[in-house]
């Protein structure tokens, strides 16, 4: 698949720290030291909704990631996936009487929309899961071939006991486990499984559903935590920098693909940094498709809110936060919005080069975006209060906004 266009990054002087972030795997923060081509893997949106907040905010978190790495001067090796086949998207379009490749492309192209008009830098590689496929199917059978698979009724599925790292993302008990894999796409109740959490890497075809040749596995279609394996070895290899996505994929996705990942190569884990993104909430629950309590970007944008006043509103929160969603939440980035348009506006002002400095250093200390933005606020409030003489000021700080937030003032 086609991805989005690129915003120009700019370019700053001096050069950009390293980026320490919180690693789920390890429990703690870890300075990464990419060469110099950093890889980054993050999991994409299941089209079968429109762009929500959620999406979005986790989004910002990983194209923060990349802007410090760019910032570093490395290049950046960024892979995202479209899980554009799966239970989900089926049930969406069987219930509104769509036909589902229709409804998967619809979305993926106001996605693409959304993520231009945010300004999100997009991957170099974008895969959907159907044209991952040919890819998937020899993952599976070699998963089959060394033991770690199994068949039940012509489905194949993880053996989670074959895998001796298994628990070492996420660290939950069992139960746990279990709770998290009915809520998210398992099937623990299941008979006939060696282990209620095995996940499903190819699911047989069934009456009525799309179907592909899975060659000794027969027609069918993948499961979702192999799908995103196939994709990161095929485009990064092991041992990529980061895998991200928001912390509701840590149990399952995340671990399950690191167990697949460690069966196929003998070594763990796939991503040096496993890294998480808080969950958006409206009226206080989780924003989810599935719940419906949805906040879409394409509305807002359609409404007239201004991209770069979105993007803001999800800088206000760590990206690590859980953070509700509200009125007043936009409202303060709008009116922040104009406060630094109206600073940089000016033909002179107060020198900012220390800015530069100060933002470089909260971002590298694991994405802290709040903190960024009260350096922007201070030197934004001082210059709106009089300002000083340095002509090359307000265009240093358009472009540190730019090039480190995604804003474009
Ligand atoms: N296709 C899979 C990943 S392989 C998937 O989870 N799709 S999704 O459409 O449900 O979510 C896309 C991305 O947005 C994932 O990284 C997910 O963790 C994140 N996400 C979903 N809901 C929220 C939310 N309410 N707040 C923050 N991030 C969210
Ligand atoms: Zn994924």
Same mark, same amino acid.
């Given at each position: 698949m086609?991805a989005?266009?690129a915003?120009?990054?700019?370019?700053?002087?001096?050069?950009?720290r390293?980026l320490?972030?919180?690693?789920?795997?390890?429990?703690?923060?870890?300075?990464?030291?990419?060469?110099?081509v950093?890889?980054?893997?993050?999991c994409?949106?299941?089209?079968?909704?429109?762009?929500?907040?959620?999406?979005?905010?986790?989004s910002?978190a990983?194209?923060?990631?990349?802007?410090?790495?760019?910032?570093?001067?490395?290049?950046?090796?960024?892979?995202q996936?479209?899980?554009?086949?799966?239970?989900?998207?089926?049930?969406?379009?069987?219930?509104d009487?769509h036909?589902?490749t229709?409804?998967?492309?619809?979305e993926?192209?106001?996605f693409?929309e959304?993520?231009?008009?945010?300004?999100?830098?997009?991957?170099?590689?974008?895969i959907g899961?159907?044209e991952?496929?040919?890819?998937?199917?020899p993952l599976?059978?070699r998963?089959?071939?060394?033991?770690?698979?199994?068949?039940?009724?012509g489905?194949?599925y993880f053996?989670?006991?074959?895998d001796p790292?298994?628990?070492?993302?996420s660290?939950?008990?069992?139960?746990?486990?279990?709770l998290?894999?009915?809520e998210r796409?398992?099937d623990?109740?299941r008979?006939?499984k060696?282990n209620?959490l095995?996940?499903?890497l190819w699911?047989a075809?069934r009456?009525?559903?799309p179907?592909?040749?899975?060659?000794?596995?027969?027609r069918?279609?993948?499961?979702?935590?192999?799908?995103?394996?196939?994709?990161?070895?095929?485009h990064?290899?092991?041992?990529?920098?980061?895998q991200?996505g928001?912390?509701?994929?840590?149990?399952?996705h995340h671990?399950?693909?690191a167990?697949h990942?460690q069966?196929l190569t003998?070594e763990?884990?796939?991503a040096? /940094?496993?890294?998480?993104a808080?969950?958006?909430? !409206?009226? #206080?629950?989780?924003?989810?498709? =599935?719940?419906g309590n $949805? *906040?879409?970007?394409?509305?807002?944008?359609r409404s007239g809110?201004?991209?770069?006043?979105?993007?803001l509103a999800?800088?206000?929160?760590?990206y690590?936060a859980?953070?509700e969603?509200?009125d007043?939440?936009?409202?303060d980035?709008?009116?922040?919005?104009?406060?630094?348009?109206a600073?940089?506006?000016?033909?002179?002002?107060?020198?900012a080069?220390a800015?530069?400095e100060?933002?470089?250093?909260a971002l590298s200390a694991d994405?802290?975006?709040?903190?960024?933005?009260? /350096?922007?606020?201070?030197?934004?409030e001082?210059? !709106?209060? #009089?300002g000083?003489?340095d002509e =090359?000021?307000?265009? $240093? *700080?358009?472009?540190?906004?730019?090039?480190?937030?995604?804003v474009?003032?």
């Open positions: 086609h989005w266009p915003s120009e990054v700019p370019a700053l002087p001096g050069k950009g390293d320490k972030i919180h690693d789920t795997a390890t429990q703690g923060t870890i300075t990464l030291a990419p060469g110099p950093a890889r980054i893997y993050v994409g949106i299941t089209p079968y909704d429109a762009t929500h907040i959620g999406h979005a905010a986790t910002n990983f194209d923060l990631v990349q802007r410090v790495w760019l910032d570093t001067k490395r290049q950046v090796h960024y892979v996936n479209v899980t554009d086949v799966d239970d989900p998207l089926l049930e969406r379009a069987q219930r009487g036909d589902w229709e409804l998967a492309e619809r993926t192209v106001l693409r959304d993520m231009t008009a945010l300004r999100m830098l997009p991957p170099q590689h974008y899961a159907v991952a496929i040919p890819g998937i199917v599976v059978e998963l089959r071939d060394a033991g770690a698979a199994y068949d039940l009724d489905d194949v053996s989670v006991e074959s790292h298994f628990g070492g993302v660290h939950l008990d069992a139960e746990a486990m279990r998290l894999s009915a796409g398992g623990p109740e008979p006939g060696k209620p095995d996940p499903m699911m075809a009456p009525g559903e179907s592909w040749d899975g060659g000794s596995l027969g069918g279609r993948p499961g979702w935590h192999i799908e995103c394996v196939a994709i990161a070895l095929d990064l290899g092991m041992g990529f920098d980061i991200g928001g912390s509701d994929l840590v149990f399952p671990e399950m693909g167990s990942a069966v003998g763990f884990p796939m040096k /940094a496993y890294v998480h808080g969950m958006v909430a !409206l009226h #206080g629950e989780k924003m989810s498709k =599935s719940r $949805l *906040v879409f970007v394409s509305a807002l944008r809110v201004d991209p770069a006043a979105i993007r999800l800088l206000s929160h760590h690590r859980d953070w969603w509200t007043a939440v936009l409202e980035a709008v009116a922040r919005l104009a406060r630094w348009r600073a940089v506006s000016r033909p002179d002002g107060l020198p080069d800015l530069v100060e933002v470089r250093a994405l802290d975006a709040p903190a960024a933005l009260a /350096a922007v606020d201070r030197w934004v001082l210059q !709106l209060a #009089g000083g003489d =090359s000021a307000p265009g $240093l *700080v358009s472009r540190t906004v730019d090039a480190l937030l995604g474009a003032l």
